[in-house]
């Protein structure tokens, strides 16, 4: 395992580094990655959405304005994560 120092090291001369270079290393790395399992579940979220869109397509299921969206989740995150 390599030590942090080491790690940052690395980091702060590839931060420098054109963007071209940067997505070259950034491929190289991802290259020795096991990325079977990440696949799998881009594929599983993929399938998701064409039946969500297919559902939506055929009436099944309707949809909802963003803005009443964002106030759902704004206040599911208030409820959860504010401390009083």
Not at 19 to 37: C, R, Y
Not at 58 to 65: E, F, L, N, Y
Not at 74 to 84: E, K, Q
């Amino acid at each position: 395992m390599l030590h942090n120092s080491f790690r940052s090291a690395i980091l702060n001369e590839a931060l420098k580094l054109p963007p071209v270079d940067k997505a070259s290393v950034i491929d190289q790395l991802m290259a020795g990655f096991d990325l079977s399992e990440r696949q799998r579940i881009d594929n599983a979220w993929a399938n998701e959405a064409e039946r969500r869109i297919d559902a939506y397509d055929t009436g099944r299921i309707s949809a909802k304005p963003v803005e009443e969206v964002m106030r759902e989740i704004n206040a599911v995150c208030l409820a959860t994560f504010h401390t009083p």
